[in-house]
């Protein structure tokens, strides 16, 4: 999914789930099967896009779990664990256009190098790694969605005007 000028990253997701309903799709029960987690760092401008995607959902009322996270480490296995369906959302510095959507499956994340230590991991080690060790009871429909970050260094409640 990229993003459309004029479209924020809330929007966009709330736009697919209003998509789903229209199709027919039993909204309730995806609500008891489906977690939003949003992933960042509330004080740094653009690195908090995963959790303000996460509120604005939440807000709208899209019917799902809801998990905050400000970090990558262990806490996502345990908040994913028994859902069947799951959207993390997270910022990311990779170079493309600040305020682009950037939707991946879990194989996307898997094929990135090991970390030198295991205290500098990232979310795709941190996913493989749980679903090494739960394969059955982590989700089987897993979607990251990244949010190219402009700035990350600023200290700031509110992402910068290209991410908002």
């Known amino acids: 999914m990229v993003r459309k000028p004029g479209a924020t990253p809330a929007s966009l997701w709330f736009r697919r789930w209003t998509e789903l309903q229209q199709r027919g799709r039993d909204v309730e029960s995806m609500n008891r099967r489906t977690v939003i987690m949003g992933i960042g760092n509330p004080l740094l401008m653009d690195d908090r896009a995963g959790i303000e995607v996460a509120e604005r959902l939440e807000a709208l009322g899209v019917p799902a779990d809801y998990e905050v996270l400000y970090t990558v480490g262990f806490d996502v296995i345990d908040k994913l664990m028994g859902y069947e369906r799951a959207f993390v959302v997270d910022a990311s510095k990779m170079g493309g256009e600040p305020g ?25 080690t941190t996913l493989k790694t749980g679903y090494m060790i739960f394969p059955e009871e982590l989700p089987r429909d897993l979607k990251v969605i990244l949010i190219e970050a402009d700035e990350i260094t600023e200290f700031s409640r509110e992402c910068s005007p290209k991410v908002r």
Do not use: I, N, R, Y
Request: proline fraction near 4%.
């Open 100 to 124: 682009t959507v950037l939707e991946l499956c879990a194989d996307d994340l898997f094929t990135t190098a090991c970390t030198p230590c295991s205290h500098a991991t990232t979310l795709g």
